[in-house]
């Protein structure tokens, strides 16, 4: 459960900090990071910084300053000053005195993170177009940043160990990295996982985890805007720049499944999935339902179901069946053998992800969420992978993949790899007739090439 932050704690943590920092001798403080310890140093703000100001990243924003009086917004990155600004007006308007972004600190375009990253921040909040996500939080641990990372952490297996490789890197530079799978902060999640893991519901033998809804997002395409702002202002549409939806949003059913296996990788995965009703240009070139299957070493299954139509049935749910009886995750209910209900304080998840980032931070004792949030963006990138070849996915060549789904150099007078028809309609993967060795190989994916 959080607590409440207080400038008289946080100035405590502070103190003992430093105490602890000067007692580990002159070659361990070497070995931080100024950003690490600046502002308790010299003063009691800590400075955050926003790359990616949609509405996901102005919530993560408003989260990390409720973590403490003391946090300040200091400095935006987006491709877009529209979207920048409006997120700052919504900050200013919620935060007026932790928003402190002057205009020389409004960063604009693809290489807006870089001035970002040379503001003077303490710690990052990354949240942009997936795409982009490996480049950032490798580009904030070697500037010396504390970051928060949304989800996926990466769309492809190469993407992915970027993201690795960074997180490996800041667990030696002392710094804190957070992830967006905010399930792991919930309090009914956590009190009821626990009891999953000590055995409540026995040996878990099976994994329903469902995630159908709405079609996400969608924006119209304005007169006068060119093929690529087009699809960077839709990006959750296309593939190339969002990973499909099993990147945005079954991404974190499939996470409490993992945590309920012990973050362990599966043997394999197999899937279907097609486009049926999402068809015209607003709706890109993804999938709109998948179905996927992860199987154990140990017998287990995990069955993933994701849908984006309008107008169906509606249901986010994590069902995990044990010898002993079975656990509804998001309702907080174990029944069988053992029955009980989570009845505790419910607070809000994204406030507690926040509140324990900046706590590890004041206290010295950064968290490193890297090994189970690139485990779990794996497992969205191989079912995305499953679904649209139709083939058996084995993990141990998955993860040998070396197929891109992102082009490089990406700007604004790029022609994008998917492009539309005469009629205007993206095309889409055709399971069963996908190159295989596109996916599983060296190369660009089909739609690239």
């Known amino acids: 459960m959080v ?9 405590t943590n502070r103190r003992r900090f430093l105490k602890v920092s000067a007692a580990a001798g002159t070659a361990a403080a070497a070995r931080l990071p100024v950003s690490r310890y600046a502002h308790a140093a010299g003063t009691d703000t800590i400075k955050i910084g926003l790359i990616g100001c949609g509405g996901r990243g102005t919530q993560a924003a408003m989260n990390a ?32 005195k932790q928003t402190d972004v002057k205009p020389d600190h409004c960063f604009i375009g693809f290489d807006a993170y870089k001035h970002l990253l040379q503001s003077g921040v303490d710690v990052v909040l990354i ?6 996500i490996p480049m950032l939080l490798t580009a904030a641990i070697d500037a010396g940043k504390h970051v928060f990372c949304e989800k996926p952490h990466g769309i492809d297996v190469p993407g992915v160990k970027t993201a690795m490789a960074a997180c490996a890197k800041a667990r030696q530079k002392n710094l804190a ?5 905010c399930w792991r902060y919930d309090t009914g999640v956590r009190e009821t996982m626990k009891r999953i893991r000590d055995g409540a519901i026995g040996d878990i033998v099976a994994i329903q985890e469902t995630y159908v809804t709405q079609p996400y997002i969608v924006r119209p395409r304005e007169p006068g805007q060119g093929e690529m702002e087009y699809q960077l202002r839709n990006w959750y549409h296309f593939n190339y720049l969002s990973g499909d939806q099993t990147a945005q949003q079954l991404i974190h059913s499939l996470d409490k499944a993992s945590w309920a296996l012990g973050d362990k990788p ?21 999938y709109d339902h998948q179905a996927v299957v992860f199987e154990y070493p140990n017998g287990v299954r995990v069955f993933g179901f994701t849908r984006d139509m309008p107008d169906c ?5 994590d069902i995990i069946l044990g010898t002993k009886g079975r656990a509804n995750l998001i309702q907080h209910r174990i029944e ?5 209900q989570f009845d505790g304080q419910k607070d809000n998840m994204y406030n507690i992800e926040h509140q324990e980032l900046f706590d590890s931070i004041r206290t010295g004792k950064p968290i490193n969420n890297g090994d189970y949030m690139c485990l779990s963006t794996l497992l969205a990138v191989v079912a995305q992978m499953a679904c649209y070849s139709g083939q058996m996915i084995e993990w141990d060549a998955a993860m040998k993949s070396t197929r891109v789904l992102t082009p490089p150099n990406i700007g604004f007078d790029s022609q994008p790899p998917v492009l539309p028809d005469k009629n205007g309609i993206y095309p889409t993967a055709m399971p069963g007739k996908e190159e295989y060795a596109r996916w599983m190989g060296k190369g660009r994916s089909k739609q690239q090439a």
């Not at 877009?80 to 007026?96: I, Q």
């Not at 599966?266 to 993804?286: K, N």
């Open 127 to 132: 949240a942009p177009t997936s795409c982009f």
């Open 266 to 286: 599966p043997l394999r995965a197999w899937g279907m999935g097609g486009r049926q009703v999402c068809i015209d240009p607003r709706y890109g070139d993804q």
């Open 313 to 317: 049935f509606n249901e986010t749910s």
């Open 336 to 340: 069988g053998e053992t029955r009980w």
């Open 65 to 96: 300053m409720n973590a403490g009086e003391e946090i300040r917004l200091t400095a935006m990155a987006e491709l877009f000053r529209d979207r920048l600004d409006a997120s700052l007006e919504k900050l200013k308007g919620m935060k007026p």
């Open 177 to 181: 990295v957070v992830s967006g799978l």
């Open 3 to 11: 607590t409440k932050n207080n400038s008289k704690t946080a100035k």
